[in-house]
Each structure stands twice: as structure tokens, then as C-alpha cells.
């Protein structure tokens, strides 16, 4: 019999692809087996730990040394491991009959796909053939960031430490600066191949209890296959499924979370996100910078009235320019519309285009900065200020008042204290000159109007997105529109804290003492006055 | 509701939004197809019609920087281009400008309006009334009238720095001038006397010796293409009667209590003063008589300061000579005042507006009087009486 000329190679290459899936398959298969499957004494189970993490080149299986008759085999993932405990708890600890003092943590196991879990998320599992379930040890180690000053919210005074992506770094960030049992944090897992770790965190007896249950309800709802960034969650918890603005705060200084959990807001945690959700929130705290609360309070008063001029200007500048210029001109005042008209002169376009000619090169600009590698910032810098500063006037393509107005805009925008309301902004900004191109200062009018009528429409966990403004609550209006001195004794929210209880006491006024002699005087000061 | 009805909803709706936009724009006028006008003029043409002048702002002439921009640009042309049209009405004749405009006419931001005196005295009821009803013209806008011919003065342009119409303009809204403001103009041709005074204007340089009477603003120009104030014409019911010169004009500032500041030369054995008045008090007042006749009270009050010592050596510091001195003022005053009743009594017109103050002061006798108010008016007696205070007399003076 001849032996067929055959060229196998093809087949074979076939054959490893048809293995590989058939691998792939019965790996997903034997998790969907085993996930829920109890973890008892059985003899096979080092070999399903095997199959399940060994696809990957990271697991370490290994035998402990003996202690007296007993064995253990550890099961650990080496890139999520810190080897230095490991050799000084496992090797050193165990073995002298001293597990609880050398290993952070000890856990059994209920599942496999428990322990699985566990040894993703970096601990060593430990099986004792014979004995059912298995030991966690806790030996987590992976390069993370250190503290670093917060890269959005910048403060001159204050402090500058900023959440990295630890939970854990980040929770001792905000135990740090609120030593009270009444603190909790609610430990939840989330996103179904991710399993991020995710901390509701509140103050006990401060927090409005139905805010609270509800978040746990909202975050129970969550349904994402990774959460890589707090967002994944912040858009699926909020009230209003569709609005530019933003329902939950978000921040990178610890010390604000201090402050919202102290007024009796609720901050989400999430393991590999840099910043903390904080929640409810009102339109009026995303005008609220950190420094308000660190410098004096007239200043801080001042710079808060301030910047809701700035939002004034960020939203309607450009559509009052468009307005004026295009349909009212009888309501600039002569001067300036003659230096206007001086300007306008040969500009072949209507005031609409310019501006967005103008508000989109910015954009361009913006977008290019935020995405550039740090070294080209300076290039970018230069082309940016001659694109815009000279060469789009000369070009005779965009008048100099145009120029002036969308940069004064830009810059008001740059002041909103909270990025995710700038952006929001930022997009209204196109409706309000839209509106006011097509229909003048009626249209801004009846823009803003809308807005406004979303915004009292808007709520964030329950709690009116205007509050305390409308409703109108005379209390509140002392943090929502002033900044009161520290030691006035301001109430709480009321939406937020069930409880009304006044952050100071009263009477707490800061004077030098009165003098000795009269009603109340401290006789130790009588030298200063001279009295006898 | 099917899939296919929904959607088609959809897009009537769309279709709905979309008609929204269309009907948009549609008095958009854009900065460069502005043709403002800064400053118009009325003339009469013959057979009832109008010639009507208007200076349209040139902007690419106009200087950088702030101000009103400049006439003397450099390199630039002029700032202002004037343009004419006659019709037979007011509206044919701007449609006459209109046809060789490149943009389209912006009444908005005009600061004066000139009137010829032809048409002044044919009746200015046609130019008020083109103002009052066109939705684009302010009513706060200054009338002012010229001997002659108005639409030439427009084509003045004086060597400062704004053009012709605004060096008016700034000088009106000082209040260094008396003022007549179309809506005020307009009001009292509803009042029974139907006068007003409108400020008179002219090309020129002032009248040699000038006059005692105040208005710092219109002497020292010596070019001879200055355009000066120098008095007012007086309208009756809407048609110029008179006209009142610069003394009149200043004593009928006082009577009617819009006198504010001014300068006045006083001369006395000691030497001459000028003396700035910087501060009026007027209180006018109508009463009642014994007889149940009408009267007018005028009380004037001037504060002022010795601005400058013109000649000899005036014992300023000698309180007897303030004194003298505050008498002086008060006469200058009162002779001005006297000047202008005396016109008004003899042109039998009450530009004063006395019939308006004792309707408003002595209803009763005004529903008795104001069916013969042109009758009574020029007997009418008045009762001036002027107290002038020296204040201050100045850091430079030799004290004896």
C-alpha cells in the first residue's frame, strides 16, 4: 500500500486552532461550573485552580514547608503579589505555627469562584489537603501612584492632597480627616468581569437614611461589564437620564468629600478612579470652589458672587454680541457701535459665523491641549495665539470684538470651579447663540428660560437641583450664595439632613476679651486697661 | 400607535421645528450693511415738499481707539458722508436717499435733528410726526433750528476731533445749551399755548463783544467753520414765529428753571470779575391774587465762585464788596430775565410756560383762564426775585 501524499501541516494548524477554542470554551465552561460551586476537601480541586488561573502565566502554585505532618499548597498571582510578605508570612510565618500575627488578613473561602476572585484581586489561597475550604492571606502588593497634589482642582491654600486610584489609599485619605465610628463605608462589588470594588460612604445619623438606601439602590442597579472609570457609574445613578448637567458631583480632593459628608451628602468610592463621587448635589455647588472655605470669608463671598457673573458670561457673552450687533443695534451705546461698526468693516461674514468660526477654532484648541503630549503644550500655545489673535483678523475672516468676546468667554469658562459643569456650559453656550441668531435677544430670552425650567425641573437623588434657591429655604441661601465665617452658626441643608443641627454652636464669635470692669470682664486682663 | 405612524409623527414634527428656523432671521441686519445715521436735517422744497439731509457714518474712516472717532483721521477720509434726497413728503424723500445707499438706513443712534428755517416756519408737525411713529428713531433726540438753509450745516466739520454733529451733540447733552427734545416738543403742542423754544445753531463765529449771559461752551471758537449756538427760535403750535437771541435765550433758561451753570463778567470801580456760577437753585410757582387772578413766582438762587479777576484789584476778602459783588450777579440775572419776559409778552408766545405752571399749580383759576390764556398771558404778572451768593473767591487773592 502506498502511503498518500498528504500535506498535514495545513490540518494540523486546523487542529491547534479547533484545541484553542475547545481550551477557550472549557475554560469559560468550567467557571460557569465551578463559580458557584462549594469549595470542600475533594482531592482534584489544586487541579481546577490550575485550569482555571494557569492559562495565564502569572499563577505561582507552590508547597510550603511542612508543618509537622500537614502540607499546604499556595495559589497566588505573582504580578498582584508583594514577594517580601509573602517570604516573611508565608515562608517564616506559617511554618512557625504563627499565621494570624504575620498575614494581614484571614478569610475561608465559600466558592470557588471565591476564591478565584480572591486570588485575582491579589491574596494567597491556601489549601490544607483534607481540610474543607481554603485560608486567604492577605499579601496584596501592585505598583499604584503615590499622593500627589490634584491636577483639576487646584487650591493656593489648603490642602493638596488628591485621590490616586487605591481604594485603600483613597479611604485613609478620608479617615484621616473624619475620626468617627459614624463613618461607614459600604463595601459593594461591581461590573461583571471587573469586579471593581466600590465604597457607598456616609455619616451615619447625618446622612438623610431614604437618600442613602436609595443610593444603595441605584448603585444595586449598576449593570456595566467593567467600570474603568467612575462614570461608567455616575451616568447610570442619576435622576434625569438626559441633561448636559451633572447630577453627581465629582472630585479629586479628599477634602471636599470631608466637607460634602459633613453636610450629609453620601460619596461613592471606586477601586481604580482617581476621584470620589459626591452626592446629592445642587446647581449651586458646582460653583463652589475648596479655597472659598480656606480664605477669608469676604473674599471667598466676593469671589463667589463673582463667579456666577463669570457663568453669566460663559452662557449668554457670544449670544448678546450676536443679539445686539445683528438685530438691536439701538441698544449699544453710540460709541461703541460706531468702534464696532469700525471693526466690522469688510468682515464678508454674518456676526453668527464669526462667533463660530471663533468658539470652534477654540474648541479645536482646547481639545488639541487636553489630548497633546505635555512637550508640543508650547507649540500648540504659540500656533493657538496667532491663529487666534492675529491671523483670523487679518485674514479679514473674524472681527477683533468677535476675538475679544468668545476669549472673555473662554476665560469665564476656565473659572466655573467644577469641570463637569464647565462642560455643560460650554455646550449650552452654541444653544443660547443659535437662539439668538435666529430670533435676538427674544431667543435668549426664551433659551435661558428653558434652561432654567430644566433646572428646576432637575433632581439629583431627590433633592431639587436649584435648592436652596428654589425651594426657597432663607437658611441655606447663607452657603449657597454667601460664604458665611466658620464659626457662624449655619445650618445643614435641610433636604440633606433630616436632623437640623447647626454645624457650630452659636455664640462662637471670635473677640478679644472684654474688658476688666465691666459686666462680664476677665479680671486677669485688667493690667491692659489700667483698671484697679 | 404603529412603528410607521410614529415615525412619520416624527418627522411632521421635525418638519414643524424646522419652519420654526425658517421664519427666523428676518430682520437680521448685519454691522457692515448699517448706514447710520448720525444726524439728519429738515429743509422745505418748493411746493410742500421736503429736502431732507442726512450724515451717514463712515466707519472705515473713523479713528481707532475710543471716542466718538475723529474727522482728522490721518490718511483717513472723512467720517461722515452726506447724502440728500427731496420728495414731497418726509418718507419720499428718505426713500430718495435710501435708492443710493449701499446698506440699509439705521435711525437708531441719530443725535440731531436739524430744521431749516423754511420749514420751521411752514410747520415742523411732519418731522415730529416721521419720529414719532417710526419704531427706529428715539425720541430723546435734539431738535435744533437754522437760519436759512439746515442740510449745509451737516457738511461743517469742525478741526476737532468728532464731527460736526456730535460737537452739537456733546455740547447738548452737557446741558451747556437749552434743550428741546422731540418728545418734549411734541408734548407741548398738546399744551393750550403750544410754544416751546428750540436752540438755534449757526456756521460762524460768534458776534463780536459777546454778552454778559453764561454758556462757557460757545465763545472762544475761531475758526470760521464753528457751529455755534446762538439763541432760539420760538414755535407756536409747531410753525416758528421768532426767534430770540442769546441774551432772550439765556434769561429764558432761567425763567424756566433750566439754567444750570455759567460765566459772567461783572464790572465794578474796583476792577472786573468773572464769576462762575456753579450751582442754581429755581423755584417757580404760580399764585393766586386777591382778585382771583393768576400770578407767577420766580425765585432764583445762585452759588458761585470768583473764577477770575479780569482787571484792577478787587478787595476780594472785604465781605462788604462780596456783597456788592452778589448784587451785581443778581442784577445781570434778573436783566437777562427781563430780556426774555419781555419777548415773550412782546410776541404774545409763552415759551415760559406759565399757562403750564398755573395749571398745575392753580387748577381752579386755569379751568377759568385757559380758554383766554393768550389774552391774559402777556399782562400776566411775575415776580422775579434773584438772590446770588459768592462762595468762594479763590487761593490768589491780595488780601488788604
Redesign the interface.
Known sequence: MEPVETDLSGDVRDLVDRLHELAALQLNALWLLCENLPLGAEPGRGAIFSALLGRSGDLVEADLPPVGDRVAHAYFLSSMTDTQVLNQGLVGGLSAHHPAGAVAELHTAATYGDAVREVLSGRVLLLVPGSPGGLLVEARGYPKRGIQPPVLETVVRGPHEAFNEDLQTNISLLRRRLRDPRLVFEPLTLGRFSRTEVRLCYIEGLANPRIVSEARRRLAGVSATAIVDSNYIEESIGDDAYTVFPQVDFTERPDIVAIGLTEGRFAILVDGTNDALVAPVTFWSFMQAADDYYQNYYAGTFLRLLRYAFLTIAVTMPALYIALTTFHQQMIPTSLLLSLMRNNVGIPFPALVEALIMEITLEILREAGLHLPEKLGTSLSVVGALVIGEAVVSAGLVSWPVVAVVAITAIANFAIPRWTMALAIRLLRFGEMLAAAIFGLPGVLVMTTAILVHLVDLRSFGVPYLFPVAPLDADGLQDAILRMPHWTPQPRPRLLAPAWRGRVRPGRRPHPPRHAGTAGGDPRWAWRTGAR | MSARIRRRAAALLALVCLT??LS??W??????D?D?VSGVAFDAAPNGGFRVTVSI?L??N?A?G????GAGGGSAGPSEAVVSGTGATIGEAITAIGRGLPGHI?W??T?VVLIGEAAARRGIQPVLDFFLRSP?T?LATDLLVVRGEAGPLLQVSPPYRVPGTDVLYEHLRRQREPRALVYEVAQSLLTTSGASLIPEVQVGRPAPGGSAGGGGGSGGATSPTALLFTGAGVLQRGRLVGWLNEDQMRGAMWLLGTARQGTVALRSPQGSVSVHINRVRIHRQAVRLADGSPAVRIRIDAEDVVSQVDAGNPPLGDPRYLLQLSNALAASIRGSADLALAAARAEDVDFLEFGRLVAADQPGIWGRVHGDWPGIFPRLPVVIAVRAHVRQVGNLVRLQ
Open positions: 420654526l428656523v427666523g432671521c430682520d437680521r441686519i448685519e454691522l457692515a448699517l447710520m457714518v466707519p472705515q473713523l481707532t475710543g471716542g466718538v472717532g439705521f437708531g443712534h443725535r427706529a428715539r
